[in-house]
């Protein structure tokens, strides 16, 4: 039996296509209206000369901050991805997965002056990827993670756990994917443990929802 972490990647890699239309064609309407502008905002608002897109996808982020002028780097795990993000101009952008990055397997440069995850922070053990990720920032520097809101989703269950996302509402040929969820305080505690000091949390909101779309982060690098 495959466990979830193995499972999560298969479906992003049987997602990839699906995923790059959905995005593209602005079909997922919370980004469309909400988030990508909350981590575009985020990102700016530190004026950045040097960003790394941790779990870039199919590079939307990407194209946006070389539109401004910012110069950044992309990796994501999934070929296919970057594939896409690289035939739509995106900046650099290369293969890299988590456990090439928590090893340093690969070469993707340090010294950034921000690094970002857009929803891309999905599986359970995601602290040794957070310190690997202070270990290539400049003194000063900050993460920046968005992503699903606990409250939001937590639907009765306000504990850590393996969920699932169907992708239910969106057309193409979707294979469910599993998530893992966490508290708002289990977040806290993995960003600490990571040698990262929170200091900005934000909850996105459209004016007409009642519920916040998103959870976003921005934690320092300490010491």
């Keep these: 039996m495959s466990s979830p972490e193995s499972t999560l990647l298969q479906s992003w890699h049987h997602n990839a296509r699906a995923w790059t239309e959905a995005v593209r064609s602005g079909a997922i309407e919370s ?5 990508d502008q909350a981590m575009l905002l985020a990102v700016m608002g530190r004026q ?3 960003v790394l897109d941790l779990g870039c996808g199919e590079g939307w982020l990407l194209r946006a901050l070389a539109e401004r002028g910012v110069d950044a780097l992309g990796v994501d795990g999934d070929p296919t991805l ?6 739509a101009g995106s900046s650099p952008a290369q293969v ?3 456990e090439d990055l ?9 010294d950034y002056d921000l690094i970002c995850a857009n929803f891309s922070l999905l599986h359970q053990d995601i602290i040794p ?3 690997a990720m202070h270990a290539l920032l400049v003194p000063g520097g900050a993460l920046v993670i968005q992503t699903l809101h606990p409250w939001s989703v937590a639907a009765g269950d306000y504990q850590d756990g393996w969920r699932e996302e169907t992708f239910d509402g969106l057309q193409g040929d979707w ?3 599993p998530w893992y969820f966490r508290t708002l305080s289990s977040w806290l505690n993995a960003l600490d443990m990571a040698g990262l000091q929170l200091t900005g949390l934000r909850e996105p ?3 007409q929802s009642p519920v916040p779309q998103s959870l976003l982060m921005i934690a320092e690098r300490r010491g």
């Design 82 to 87: 970057i594939e896409a993000a690289r035939e």
């Design 175 to 177: 294979q469910p994917m």
């Design 31 to 35: 980004r469309r209206q909400v988030t």
């Design 129 to 131: 990827l957070l310190a």
């Design 96 to 98: 890299a997965s988590y």
């Design 48 to 50: 950045p000369e040097r």
């Design 205 to 207: 909101q459209h004016p």
């Design 102 to 110: 928590v090893e340093a397997k690969v070469d993707i440069g340090r």
